[in-house]
């Protein structure tokens, strides 16, 4: 029983870590990376950030996570939609919307691991930082299109979200690169 609290536990704090990170993302994407965008390119009219700095918190902590990715990310994502969408995330379009921002990048690291490519860390082996970075393209080619079906958007749109989104983890990359060398540990 006490490991099974332990394991609560864990879950517990990822999630508030994951989710925080989520949500913080998506309020310095909102609040500070659009309007700027709008001052710097003032006809660029889409909605869509060319730094979306969520996609980077998806991809990394369903790479570290795995499929305890998925409740760790839920209630980021939700509150992201309560955010920027109030009550209308209770439309089948939103629901369907939430289901994959979080469980695509999960699915696409485990269909690869069934597949023979493990991306996971170990402590055996270096991270393939080329390889996480493949399933976020990927995986934003997979959530912008899923996510424009949904809402019925442009398909043009989805270049605009590639841009935010490689933009977003690659620099989620970094930063996360830079925070386990301020805490000594290393991938």
């Known amino acids: 029983m006490g490991n099974k609290e332990g394991s609560l536990g864990q879950l517990g704090v990822e999630t508030a870590v994951v989710s925080g990170a989520y949500f913080a993302a998506i309020l310095i994407t909102f609040e500070l990376v659009l309007p700027l965008q709008s001052l710097i390119f003032p006809e660029y009219s889409s909605r869509a950030s060319l730094l979306f700095l ?67 860390p170990n402590r055996i082996r270096p991270p393939c930082w080329l390889c996480v970075m493949g399933v976020g393209i990927v995986t934003s080619l997979i959530i912008a299109s899923l996510t424009n079906l949904a809402f019925g958007s ?34």
Request: glycine share 10%; charged share 10%; with cysteine.
């Open 54 to 120: 969520p996609h980077g918190v998806r991809v990394l902590s369903a790479w570290l996570l795995g499929w305890r990715a998925i409740p760790a990310l839920l209630p980021g994502v939700i509150a992201t939609f309560l955010y920027v969408g109030g009550m209308d995330i209770l439309l089948p379009s939103r629901l369907f919307a939430i289901a994959i921002a979080v469980g695509t990048v999960p699915a696409c690291f485990h269909l690869l691991r069934a597949l023979g490519f493990d991306l996971f």
């Open 154 to 187: 442009d398909p043009v749109e989805a270049v605009a979200y590639l841009i935010g989104d490689v933009s977003g983890l690659f620099f989620g990359m970094l930063a996360l690169l830079y925070a386990f060398r301020a805490f000594g540990r290393h991938l």
